[in-house]
């Protein structure tokens, strides 16, 4: 078949006519250094500070310094495969993570990628990590109860929707446990739960998300995990993710609580990559700015004004001290910082009192306004009770002769100890705790054997339970005891003690 010139010539004048020149500049730069963690590029003049970049590999860093010659950034992931010489290109956005409902009952990693192998999270919608704390205007005082199950912390340490309170202690003496408590304890309210584990073992963050999902807490609960196995920039950023997930819920009229497990790691991480910055080290070699690192991170939870849509992000960071220390650099940083800390004692830990809260140092500064009524009228001058059982508790031990008032304090006092005790991953209910925490501070077990407290307590819940549905019914709406009710509580607690034998 014979190709006819016209025609070619006549396809090729239409395709010319078609063609369309397109010039696209990308701003790219070139690896100078590149180790721990830490790469050195030379030519992203017109980078921004935290701006995502993308290495050879598809792997993500962020520009954590901004030089007369060079940028610093943080590699997300691992360096081996990225060489001096390779090509890093701008990605225009600051570092970002995935947010909304879709990322609840899944476990992710610092960067928003699902790790828990339940496949990939669908979501258009985005924050910064380094989202921006509401101001004065925008904020309502901390009033409204954020109920973590466990009679010690609502009792005498409350902590309300909106709040920092500060989990503190040494290693391996229930911090985690006081976090997952607080979690399961949301089940059936509107609150949706954040964890963060940083520089943890793998199997510990296994562990706590195989406990949450059979207390069915990982249906309303959101995982972000960073391992002592992933790398530094990972470990630094996961608290901000973590914090960006939980103000998608406040910025959206809705509840969240979030828990840095822990802090004290996350500033290590910090330190590590401040030291291979080359940035002036300060007070224990940690970088000037590590004071503002955790202020701006929890400066963002908040209880937004009606205004605002009332939304609330209650924030629970977790501090490990070494040896009781309260006086180093991290914890006197985040004890400023925060409304108040939870103290927990390694002595009363492996004396047996667990929560082991140490009702001396530990405080709430929001107080009783995070209180409902009902605990308010009933654990009013219990943390006094407890303080002064302490002192006298440590007097009694040298033997010498006591007053009738004295012994009963101390009988008072002892019971109400064992009272507050509780196992692990087993919150209680505001009627629950208010039924027992009543029937101690009215005296109605100063009579009964140490050892039989946890029985009678057992029992008598499930009595009142059985008996007096009703007055159950009413301190669970009411949020108060009424004459009604509290004469029904002498009733319920003289009745049980009548058929009790322990």
């Not at 990939?120 to 954020?146: H, S």
């Amino acid at each position: 078949m014979g190709l006819n010139p016209e025609e070619v010539s006549a396809v090729i004048q239409k395709e010319i006519a078609r063609y369309e020149t397109k010039l696209e500049m990308e701003s790219v730069g070139t690896i100078l250094q590149v180790g721990d963690g830490i790469a050195r590029i030379w030519g992203l003049e017109d980078v921004m500070m935290s701006e995502l970049v993308t290495f050879p590999g598809d792997i993500t860093g962020m520009v954590l310094n901004l030089e007369a010659d060079n940028v610093g950034v943080a590699i997300f992931g691992s360096d081996q495969g990225i060489k001096e010489g390779d090509t890093v290109k701008r990605t225009g956005k600051v570092a970002q993570v995935p947010v909304g409902d879709a990322l609840i009952g899944r476990v992710v990693n610092s960067i928003g990628e699902p790790i828990d192998g339940k496949g990939p999270i669908v979501t258009d919608k985005y924050r910064l990590l380094e989202g921006g704390a509401p101001n004065v205007v925008q904020r309502q005082p901390v009033k409204e109860p954020m109920m973590t199950g466990l009679k010690a912390i609502d009792a005498m340490i409350p902590v309300g929707r909106g709040q920092r309170e500060l989990i503190i202690g040494d290693r391996q003496t229930g911090k985690t446990a006081i976090a997952i408590d607080a979690i399961i304890n949301q089940k059936d309210t509107d609150v949706f739960c954040i964890y963060v584990a940083v520089g943890q073992k793998a199997s510990s963050v296994a562990r706590v998300v195989e406990i949450l999902d059979q207390a069915g807490a990982m249906e309303y609960t959101t995982v972000v995990s960073a391992t002592a196995n992933d790398p530094a920039p990972l470990q630094y950023i996961a608290p901000y993710a973590g914090c960006a997930i939980g103000e998608e819920f406040l910025y959206t009229g809705r509840h969240a609580l979030v828990i840095y497990d822990d802090l004290s790691k996350q500033a290590q991480s910090y330190r590590q990559l401040s030291l291979l910055l080359r940035r002036p080290p300060g007070r224990e070699a940690y970088p000037g700015d590590i004071f503002y690192c955790h202020s701006r991170l929890l400066e963002r939870a908040s209880k937004l004004s009606d205004e605002e849509g009332g939304g609330s992000l209650t924030a629970l960071p977790i501090i490990e001290t070494q040896a009781s220390d309260v006086s180093a650099y991290i914890p006197t940083n985040v004890i400023s910082i925060t409304d108040g800390q939870i103290y927990l004692l390694p002595d009363l830990f492996f004396a047996g009192v667990r929560p082991a809260i140490d009702v001396g140092i530990s405080v709430s500064r929001v107080g009783g306004n995070a209180q409902t009524k009902a605990m308010k009228k009933i654990a009013g001058s219990l943390r006094l009770d407890l303080a002064q059982y302490r002192e006298l508790a440590a007097f009694a031990q040298f033997g010498s002769d006591m007053d009738a008032a004295t012994k009963k304090q101390l009988i008072r006092g002892e019971r109400m100890v064992e009272i507050l005790k509780q196992g692990q991953y087993v919150p209680q209910s505001l009627s629950r705790q208010v039924a027992i925490i009543w029937a101690g501070a009215n005296g109605y077990l100063d009579d009964v054997d140490l050892s039989a407290i946890a029985k009678f307590e057992e029992e008598y819940l499930a009595f009142v339970e059985r008996e007096f549905p009703d007055m159950m019914h009413a301190i669970k709406n009411e949020k108060a005891i009424s004459d009604a009710t509290d004469k029904k509580l002498h009733e319920a607690a003289k009745k049980f003690k009548e058929q009790f034998s322990a």
